[in-house]
């Protein structure tokens, strides 16, 4: 069983940045995608940001220009790099791997934006 640790959350003042990690316990040799949910107060989880396997990004237009997706197949590592970021990012945030047959989540890391 792959564990994915979520570090990086905390709060930050409004056009501030934040980057957020997602390490994963073992390595993945094979998967079909990993990205980023969050999940506001009220609202539903909501998937804004993936990376394929071969390294194509996607990105919901609310972060586009804003945020960046990228690994390290290395360190077995998720990143997301945040910036400009406003209130309404505030959310907590998930990592995701889609491993074909199975699906790992992190444990989530909250990101608070204050204005």
Not at 14 to 21: E, F, I, M, N
Not at 26 to 51: C, N
Not at 80 to 108: F, I, R
Request: aromatic fraction near 12%.
């Amino acid at each position: 069983q792959v564990q994915l640790v979520e570090s990086g959350g905390g709060l930050v003042q409004a056009g501030g940045s934040l980057r957020l990690s997602c390490a994963a316990s073992a390595r993945l040799f094979s998967f079909k995608a990993m990205g980023w949910y969050r999940q506001a107060p009220g609202k539903q989880r909501e998937l804004f940001s993936t990376i394929s396997s071969p390294g194509r990004t996607n990105y919901a237009d609310s972060v586009k220009g804003r945020f960046t997706i990228s690994r390290d197949s290395a360190k077995n590592t998720l990143y997301l790099q945040m910036n400009s970021l406003k209130p309404e990012d505030t959310a907590v945030y998930y990592c995701h791997v889609d491993a074909w047959d199975l699906d790992y989540w992190g444990q989530g890391t909250q990101v608070t934006v204050s204005s």
